[in-house]
């Protein structure tokens, strides 16, 4: 029998908890943000029911059609996440409905987004460096040497609050090897906690996603994006 939402949710707290205490970090905090690309509004309006707060949708266009409609969830009590590649024609649709981005990876998006946070009255608006810690274009991302020259121009732009990092594993699913992706991103926030950014420290690290989330919180993840393990399998 399939699981509700409310049971995987359940399932997956428990597990968050779990791979806390086995790492250690018992007291820390680990937000769950709800991936809701290809799944219904009334299946969201569930996961919201039982006490999440914060979705992610990967496409503008996607969220626009589910959820600025007149018949659609509030969007005010929601916390908003964009957290797929994000082009820089859709960041003035972007900026004024999302509390933050997790997918920065280029000088031309940094300063679009700075740009209309400032017109929209969102400065500074919150942001993640997506690094790309696997090699494979495809996923986007700074690469990691030259993740600190960006992040210094990045943090010097007061219209920004660069919150942490953010980074996607590979698609092996090898435990080790995933879990040295997400090590590595830990021990890269912690080079850049020890430098004097302009902005401030950006201590967050959003990785982990269905198939590896609690390696990632193992390794220190402070946001996991979880769309099939809350919601199964989703239409494409």
Excluded at 170 to 181: F, H, S, V
Aim: glycine share 8%.
């Amino acid at each position: 029998m399939k699981k509700t939402v409310q049971e995987s949710l359940a399932e997956v707290l428990n597990r968050v908890e779990k791979a806390k205490v086995h790492s250690g970090r018992s007291s820390d905090t680990v937000r769950l943000v709800a991936v809701t690309k290809g799944v219904g509004l009334d299946t969201i309006q569930q996961v919201v029911q039982a006490g999440v707060k914060d979705l992610g949708e990967n496409r503008w266009q996607e969220f626009r059609d589910k959820f600025l409609s007149e018949h659609s969830i509030a969007v005010r009590t929601i916390q908003w996440h964009f957290i797929g590649r994000l082009q820089k024609n859709k960041v003035k649709h972007v900026v004024p409905s999302m509390c933050c981005i997790h997918s920065l990876d280029r000088w031309d998006l940094a300063g679009e987004v700075e740009r209309r946070a400032v017109q929209e009255g969102k400065s500074p608006f919150p942001v993640f460096v997506q690094v790309n810690m696997t090699g494979n274009p495809a996923q986007g991302g700074v690469k990691e040497n030259e993740l600190f020259t960006f992040l210094e121009k990045l943090t010097a732009l007061e219209g920004l609050k660069v919150c942490g990092f953010m980074t996607i594993a590979p698609l092996c699913q090898e435990e080790k090897k995933t879990r040295n992706i997400f090590s590595r991103l830990r021990e890269v926030r912690d080079m850049a906690r020890q430098r004097k950014l302009p902005g401030g420290v950006p201590g967050e690290l959003s990785m982990g996603m269905s198939d590896d989330y609690e390696w990632a919180v193992q390794e220190g993840a402070t946001i996991v994006r979880l769309g099939r393990a809350l919601f199964g399998e989703r239409r494409p």
